[in-house]
């Protein structure tokens, strides 16, 4: 389970690149690529391991006018996939 006090910090071996207003991440180790939204870069680029996840959730809400409930739900899903993949590590505050 991520908390709302955790603190999402990108892998050190994840590689990124902006392309077009698009994030694109190679997945290490595997060759995968993922392209990333503008919610899921706004998402990622937060993970820098200064930020708490209500922190995220908040700067979400404010950018695309969305409820708390669904940039929460949203947010935690994509961090459970970023988690899932090795792309992000959950730091406890």
Known sequence: ???PDSRPRRAADAIE???QDEMVLL???RGE???LNNVGTLIWTLCDGG???REIV???CTEYE???TEAERDTLAFLHELVRRRL???GQT
């Open 51 to 53: 930020h708490t996840v």
């Open 27 to 29: 997945l290490p180790g």
């Open 17 to 19: 690149r902006l392309v």
């Open 33 to 35: 690529v993922k392209v």
């Open 58 to 60: 908040q700067q979400v």
């Open 88 to 90: 992000v590590m959950i």
């Open 1 to 3: 389970m991520i908390a």
């Open 66 to 68: 969305t409820t708390p």
